[in-house]
């Protein structure tokens, strides 16, 4: 089994930047994609990014193009979501994400770590 923990999440004004970070632990092998997906109150959960872990393509959201990036981080198996010139809108819960097989849906969810945007 993998384990996800996010961290990263907190409190800025609108136009700043966030960091947050994913790491996996356990069975990592045969991770096929890993990827970023958020929640606002009262709304559904969404896909933000992702990156397919053989080639690091990377996918996005359109409402992130351009201002967020998602990126392998360091040596081990983490990832990293760059969150730029955010707007109050992008306030959620952020959940990351791990799918092991392209017929399958992402399977295995971290915690969350909330992003609060103030205007």
């Known amino acids: 089994q993998v384990q996800l923990v996010e961290s990263g999440g907190g409190l800025v004004q609108a136009g700043d930047s966030l960091r947050l970070s994913c790491a996996a632990s356990?069975?990592?092998?045969?991770?096929?994609?890993m990827a970023w997906f958020r929640q606002a109150p009262g709304k559904e959960r969404e896909f933000v990014a992702s990156?397919?872990?053989?080639?690091?393509?990377?996918y996005y959201a359109d409402f992130v193009k351009g201002r967020f990036t998602i990126s392998k981080d360091g040596a081990e198996t983490t990832v990293a979501l760059q969150m730029n010139s955010l707007k109050p809108e992008d306030t959620a819960v952020y959940f990351c994400?791990?799918?092991?097989?392209?017929?399958?849906?992402?399977?295995?969810w971290g915690r969350g770590t909330q992003v609060t945007v103030s205007s």
């Open positions: 990156i397919r872990w053989s080639d690091s393509n990377t």
């Open positions: 994400a791990v799918r092991h097989n392209p017929l399958l849906a992402y399977a295995i």
């Open positions: 356990g069975r990592t092998a045969g991770i096929y994609f």
